[in-house]
């Protein structure tokens, strides 16, 4: 399950994993009543549920966080995919984080996660492990949200009681959609190569955030003001080394990888965002950006 945060991933994932730079805190994407961390809390002792940052994840997931009720910065970041995947599709996440583990030269490599057929695990020696298995085909993904707070071990624990949680998982939508997002939902699924099953927007501080995915990949556009992540990303897009100009809003700019951001006139702030790697094409996240750009005008 490839994973990423919010940080310009234009990746930049998930559950499918970034650099310090994606690793930047997002407010939470909306989540149906009941999430997982709710059902699960109750089953663990000394832990709490609380609400978790936003990654960007292929499947798209809904995210919720596990906290430690004597220590605050001890929890766990988890994520449950909106819906199941084939072995085949599974396999191919794992071989995503494989290679942006390979990419990042990580102090660890991804091993078997122990918890049923296709699982894996990371145990970087500097930085939070995470854990992705399967509980009833839909994806979870379990990671440290703080580096050195918490073990690996930690979170098959916690991976087991998902597995023989009473009840089961908790019912997920495939959609959450705004219609001002629909303007970018063809150049969008070129991105994908294929029809988006799954959607995940929102309005954040009233800037439109919009997902579209696959049970394999993820595009997502996400926008803020002044301060804001995706202000922080625009600068760092074009401050890139192999940033150029690009024809979108008053001011746009797409590194040679494709990373892509742009503001507008009235300085929102937009950037876009793909998982993984290879769901990155130039002219296509260009399409995309000029397709949504009327959404914040």
């Given at each position: 399950?490839?994973?990423?945060?919010?940080?310009?991933?234009?990746?930049?994932?998930?559950?499918?994993?970034?650099?310090?730079?994606?690793?930047?805190?997002?407010?939470?994407?909306?989540?149906?009543?009941?999430?997982?961390?709710?059902?699960?809390?109750?089953?663990?002792?000394?832990?709490?549920?609380?609400?978790?940052?936003?990654?960007?994840?292929?499947?798209?997931?809904?995210?919720?966080?596990?906290?430690?009720?004597?220590?605050?910065?001890?929890?766990?970041?988890?994520?449950?995919?909106?819906?199941?995947?084939?072995?085949?599709?599974?396999?191919?996440?794992?071989?995503?984080?494989?290679?942006?583990?390979?990419?990042?030269?990580?102090?660890?490599?991804?091993?078997?996660?122990?918890?049923?057929?296709?699982?894996?695990?990371?145990?970087?020696?500097?930085?939070?492990?995470?854990?992705?298995?399967?509980?009833?085909?839909?994806?979870?993904?379990?990671?440290?949200?703080?580096?050195?707070?918490?073990?690996?071990?930690?979170?098959?624990?916690?991976?087991?009681?998902i597995v023989g949680l009473p009840g089961g998982l908790p019912a997920a939508p495939t959609m959450i959609a705004q219609p001002e997002c629909a303007r970018g939902t063809a150049a969008a699924e070129r991105l994908l190569g294929e029809k988006a099953m799954l959607r995940r927007d929102t309005l954040t501080d009233g800037y439109l955030w919009c997902q579209w995915g696959s049970?394999?990949?993820?595009?997502?556009?996400?926008?803020?003001?002044?301060?804001?992540?995706?202000?922080?990303?625009?600068?760092?897009?074009?401050?890139?080394?192999?940033?150029?100009?690009?024809?979108?809003?008053?001011?746009?700019?797409?590194?040679?990888?494709?990373?892509?951001?742009?503001?507008?006139?009235?300085?929102?702030?937009?950037?876009?965002?793909?998982?993984?790697?290879?769901?990155?094409?130039?002219?296509?996240?260009?399409?995309?950006?000029?397709?949504?750009?009327?959404?914040?005008?």
């Amino acid at each position: 399950m490839r994973r990423i945060t919010a940080g310009v991933a234009v990746l930049l994932l998930g559950l499918v994993a970034c650099d310090s730079h994606t690793t930047q805190e997002v407010v939470p994407t909306p989540t149906p009543a009941g999430n997982l961390c709710e059902r699960l809390a109750p089953h663990l002792t000394g832990w709490k549920a609380a609400a978790a940052a936003s990654r960007l994840t292929a499947p798209l997931a809904d995210n919720c966080s596990l906290v430690d009720t004597t220590q605050e910065l001890h929890r766990v970041w988890v994520a449950l995919s909106a819906i199941p995947v084939t072995d085949a599709q599974f396999a191919q996440s794992r071989k995503s984080d494989i290679e942006w583990v390979t990419g990042m030269q990580y102090a660890a490599k991804v091993v078997d996660g122990e918890l049923g057929p296709g699982s894996w695990a990371v145990n970087p020696a500097a930085a939070a492990p995470w854990l992705v298995f399967r509980a009833d085909n839909r994806p979870v993904e379990l990671r440290m949200v703080n580096d050195g707070s918490g073990t690996l071990d930690e979170l098959r624990s916690i991976a087991e009681t998902i597995v023989g949680l009473p009840g089961g998982l908790p019912a997920a939508p495939t959609m959450i959609a705004q219609p001002e997002c629909a303007r970018g939902t063809a150049a969008a699924e070129r991105l994908l190569g294929e029809k988006a099953m799954l959607r995940r927007d929102t309005l954040t501080d009233g800037y439109l955030w919009c997902q579209w995915g696959s049970a394999t990949r993820t595009v997502a556009v996400r926008s803020g003001g002044l301060g804001s992540d995706p202000a922080l990303d625009f600068g760092y897009v074009k401050g890139g080394f192999t940033s150029h100009r690009v024809n979108v809003g008053a001011e746009g700019w797409q590194q040679a990888d494709g990373q892509l951001a742009f503001r507008t006139a009235k300085n929102a702030y937009i950037e876009l965002m793909a998982t993984p790697d290879r769901t990155l094409h130039p002219d296509l996240l260009v399409a995309l950006a000029q397709a949504i750009a009327p959404a914040y005008e």
